[in-house]
């Protein structure tokens, strides 16, 4: 089974960008789709965008053109690259396959890497 891990996160400031990386660390994605999802303190997982093998991608409203998905099927990654960033986008940044043709809620998604700590500070 695939196991998706994170890289990526940091420290910085607002306005900043960051990419995050995920990748498969067995097997391959190329059955999945693999989406990226965050978790503030104190709230539910929030999904953000998710990207599929055959080229469909899936965004969250609040992303707004800030954050953009992408995959590299012969690398086995999945980047999301965070452009202008906010104090209020400070959490921990996970990845996670799913099956599922599309789709943008958790509970579609089987396998969770363990993330990756995004803080932005103002």
């Known amino acids: 089974q695939v196991q998706p891990v994170e890289s990526g996160g940091g420290l910085v400031q607002a306005g900043d960008s960051l990419r995050l990386s995920c990748e498969a660390s067995r097997g391959t994605f190329n059955i999945y789709g693999v989406g990226w999802f965050r978790q503030l303190p104190g709230r539910e997982r929030e999904f953000i965008a998710a990207?599929?093998?055959?080229?469909?991608?899936a965004y969250a409203d609040f992303v707004k053109g800030r954050f953009t998905i992408s995959r590299d099927n012969s690398k086995n990654i999945v980047y999301l690259q965070l452009n202008s960033l906010k104090p209020e986008d400070t959490a921990l940044y996970s990845c996670?396959?799913?099956?599922?043709?599309?789709?943008?809620?958790?509970?579609?998604?089987?396998?969770w890497g363990q993330g990756t700590q995004v803080t932005v500070s103002s």
């Open positions: 996670a396959t799913t099956r599922s043709a599309w789709s943008k809620h958790p509970r579609d998604y089987a396998t």
């Open positions: 990207a599929w093998g055959s080229g469909v991608t």
